[in-house]
Each structure stands twice: as C-alpha cells, then as structure tokens.
C-alpha cells in the first residue's frame, strides 16, 4: 500500500480507493451518483477532500447492513455543505434506520428458518406445501414468497398468513 502522507489534504481516485478499500469504479460510481464529490485538475484528474475517506466507509458500511444508495444518499443530503458524517450523525441515522433493520433481521431469521419448508412461492413442488399452502392458497394474496418477506407478512400477522399450519379450504 502506498502510504499518502498524512497532513494531505487531498487524495487522487488511486489513493483513495487504496486507503478505502473501495475500487476505482465504485467511487466513480458514487460520484455520479452523488454520494462523494471531487474537484477537477487543471490536467483533468479528480482530487478528493481527505474527508472522502469518512463518507466513503460511512456509505460502505451503510451498504453492508443492507440499507439502499438511494436513501444513504438521502441521509448525506441532510448534512450541511456536503460535510462529512459526525458521531452524531451516524448515531441519529442509525436510529432512523432501526426499524427497517429489525425488519430485514426478521426476514431473514425467517428464511434461516424456513429455507428447507415451504416458503408459499406457490411452485407446489415440495411434499409440504400441499400442507403449509394447500390449494397455493397465499396466491391469492399476491404474488412472492409469501411466508418468507416481511412485507408482504408482516409481523404482527405471521401467525395468520405466514403459519405452516394446514388451513381449512373449501370446508375441507
């Protein structure tokens, strides 16, 4: 790794994406998209704030947990001046994206869970949905795995929508 001396102020694409751990396209790609910005030199080249390098692992590890570009980029938005995140930013950020977290926790501790069961996808091919969805009774509640996404089962109604339980179809 080449070490960038550290009172500069400004890092090239290279240097940051070394630093960062983060490729050259992909901060390409999150400069087009309004995540980061870079001034141009007068031969053209891209030159970052040393504070690129917090935005950069703010928007990577907001990533990581699973939380869309387009509302990291709203969050970043919020910031004054295009300044860089604070501990208290994070911390507020964090706390508005608790419950679409818990969510995605549930939902996949649900497909730990169910993975090898029937999931009401509404395929019928496993020897356990006629049990769990007979008659693919969950398609008519729309399209989707049905037992499986949050959104479409939500928690508070599990036990009704998303039971493995056989259901009484047609009086049967």
């Given amino acids: ?8 102020k400004e890092l090239t694409v290279g240097q940051l994406a070394e630093r960062s751990g983060v490729a050259v396209s992909a901060l390409h790609f999150y400069e087009a998209k309004g995540l980061i910005k870079s001034r141009r030199t007068a031969g053209n080249q891209r030159r970052y704030g040393r504070d690129s390098l917090r935005r950069v692992a703010f928007i990577r590890l907001a990533q990581r ?80 795995a049905r037992r499986i996404d949050t959104k479409l089962c939500p928690p508070e109604l599990a036990q009704v929508c998303c039971s493995a339980e056989p259901a009484a179809v047609g009086g049967q």
């Fill in 1 to 8: 790794m080449t070490k960038v001396a550290w009172n500069a």
């Fill in 65 to 144: 947990i699973g939380i869309p570009l387009k509302t990291i980029k709203d969050a970043l938005a919020e910031l004054p001046d295009q300044r860089t995140p604070t501990r208290d930013d994070w911390a507020r950020l964090s706390a508005a994206w608790r419950s679409e977290l818990d969510d995605r926790i549930l939902q996949l501790q649900r497909l730990r869970d169910d993975l090898t069961d029937c999931i009401g996808c509404g395929c019928l091919s496993l020897d356990r949905c006629p049990v769990a969805n007979p008659y693919d009774r969950l398609g008519d509640e729309g399209p989707g």
